[in-house]
């Protein structure tokens, strides 16, 4: 049996035929999109799975739970625009009731407009800045 | 061979620094990205594979839940090997930040000195990836598809904007005292245990007091990236020498649910092979650390 040690010494990713030419046509590795088309991962780029978006770039996200024998569920969507363009990143509300999404990975939000102020501010590449002086 | 603290060894410093350097220098193939690029891609596509479909905890294949341990120290492994390639010195190993060393004022820290990482600032204007310096960031991720996109720019730091502190080393023996337990069900960020307070409370603080390019999934931009998660990395370390009985968990019984992060599981890479968590528990076949506390 190979040991650990010996899969990682073999691996480099000097060559361009280990990642391929253009790093734009990997989407993921073909062995996570064959196990996503199964049903088991989340690719993303084909849609959001139990998160249902929507043409106004809404997020759905679908809570679960029993309490005292019953069956709760709450969804919760998000319809967040920036400068009238719908936000199309993808977000979900944790058990405690805070924002989470993929954009801003190390925070959760108790506040929506926090969020949407921080990205802002985080992507600079996306979202010029507007103020004067 | 030895992990050593960035700040306390000149020669595991200056060979970070210089194969940081290299690594952006080196084109990846044909491609307008270089070798280093590509951890700042691996990372961000890992991020956003989340597993299972619509988890509402943010659980993926790298990050808030189990794997998150042994699929950043197989990034780190499998970066520590780039370097010791270009700069041919086999006996390099990464250094790491201890930030807890430096919590009563991080941003005080010599780590941000002219000759380790330079400092704050948009962009970053002083050490050796300055502006100018030709350590530009190439991608990163789109603030509003979670795509990402071609930039070419330098680096961003923004100190205490977005959070003002970093674990204390009371707060890290707290977190190894509390959680004799790696996981438990349903192994993800609404539960505590020691992989989520290592990684909610001890790792993301971190990201938020660098702020910049560290607040994105393209994280890697930043070299302070590698430090901090080798840091990560031996706290969890010190973790196992403590528990030598605790399992990783969970085990490869649990359902398919949780694929991407059991035992057995082939952990998310673009290359080929096939690395499970169970393979990497045992990093002293790669590296040990100077001192784990
Ligand atoms: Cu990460």
Known sequence: MQSGKEKVAGCKVEHAEEVGDDLRHLDQPDWVKELARGGHGHDDHAGHGGHGGDHDGGFTSTRTTHHDGHEIEIKTTYHIKIDGKPYRGHLSVNDDGHLHCHAIPYETYGSALDFVRNLIDIYPDTFATKTQG | ?293
């Open chain 2, 1 to 293: 061979m030895i992990r050593h603290n960035i700040l306390t060894n000149d020669v595991a410093r200056q060979n970070f620094v210089q194969g940081c350097l290299a690594l952006k220098a080196e084109p990846l193939g044909t491609t307008r990205y270089s070798t280093y690029d590509y951890f700042a891609f691996w990372h961000h596509r890992a991020m956003n594979f989340m597993t299972p479909p619509g988890n509402s905890a943010g659980r993926n294949a790298a990050h808030a839940g189990p794997v998150f341990g042994p699929w950043h120290r197989f990034l780190l492994i499998v970066f520590e090997n780039q370097i010791r390639r270009v700069l041919n010195e086999d006996d390099f190993r990464l250094p790491y930040w201890d930030w807890a060393a430096d919590a009563a004022s991080p941003a005080g820290s010599p780590l941000w000195g002219p000759d380790v990482l330079g400092g704050s600032g948009n962009p970053v204007r002083s050490g050796p990836f300055r502006d100018g310096s030709g350590f530009n960031i190439r991608l990163t991720q789109d603030g509003n598809s979670d795509d990402w996109m071609d930039v070419d720019r330098p680096l961003r730091r923004g100190f205490n904007i977005f959070g003002t502190t970093v674990p204390s080393a009371t707060e890290v023996t707290n977190s190894i005292n509390s959680f004799p337990f790696y996981e438990r069900q349903p192994y993800n960020n609404d539960v505590s245990s020691f992989r989520w307070d290592l990684e909610i409370p001890l790792h993301s603080t971190v990201h938020r007091f660098v702020g910049g390019d560290m607040m994105t999934t393209t994280s890697p931009n930043d070299p302070v990236f590698f430090l901090h998660h080798c840091n990560i990395d031996r706290i969890w370390a010190r973790w196992q020498s403590t528990y030598p009985q605790a399992l990783y968990l969970p085990r490869q019984t649990a359902p398919d649910t949780y694929r991407f992060h059991r035992e057995d599981d082939r952990m998310h890479t673009f290359l080929d092979i096939n690395l499970t968590p169970a393979d990497i528990l045992d990093y002293t076949v790669y590296y040990d650390y100077d001192i784990l506390n």
